[in-house]
């Protein structure tokens, strides 16, 4: 079962991936601008050390994180396989076996966390950032209440999966 984040989610973490690639861009156009101002390919074939170095460090940083964030953005979500629950957030991926999950926990300023435990029996938890919302419904705004609504029918899936999958392990809260 493949659970993912509302597309306008998705579709934001995206975009913010594309902004930090263009700031990469930008930094490289302007440590190597010339007299007309334009970032051209020649530019890197008679740049001066120095100026490649200062492109290369303030851009290079830039542009990977940019595009990690952007590749990752159609899998942000939670992935549940046979033996294994992916918890994929917009930077890393949490692995956990679906023998060790006790639940999942909703916080006060409406988190999600899969509950589960170590090889030795201590209680961890690995927040679900795909269905999580800071906003407080009752103030929210009809937008926000949709992405409530839609990460409470995702939470519920997740829940119902667990408690199929997940037997012997007790309660699912």
């Not at 851009?59 to 994180?65: H, K, N, W």
């Not at 549940?80 to 957030?89: A, F, I, S």
Request: glycine share 8%.
């Amino acid at each position: 079962m493949k659970l993912r984040a509302h597309v306008l989610r998705r579709l934001s973490l995206a975009t913010l991936g594309l902004i930090f690639v263009v700031l990469g861009l930008e930094w490289t156009r302007i440590a190597l601008a010339g007299e007309d101002d334009l970032l051209r390919l020649e530019r890197f074939w008679h740049a001066q050390p120095s100026d490649l170095t200062g492109a290369a460090v303030g851009s290079i940083p830039l542009l990977v994180f940019g595009a990690w964030l952007a590749v990752r953005a159609p899998i942000f979500g939670v992935t549940c396989g046979e033996t294994v629950v992916k918890v994929q957030g917009p930077l890393l991926t949490r692995r956990v076996r679906v023998d060790r999950i006790t639940g999942i926990r909703r916080t006060l300023t409406g988190g999600a966390d899969l509950r589960w435990e170590d090889e030795h029996g201590w209680p961890k938890f690995t927040h679900i950032r795909a269905f999580s919302s800071a906003s407080f419904t009752r103030w929210a705004k009809p937008a926000e209440k949709d992405f409530d609504r839609y990460n409470e029918q995702c939470i519920d899936a997740l829940k119902q999966w667990i408690a199929r999958h997940a037997a012997g392990r007790g309660a699912v809260s």
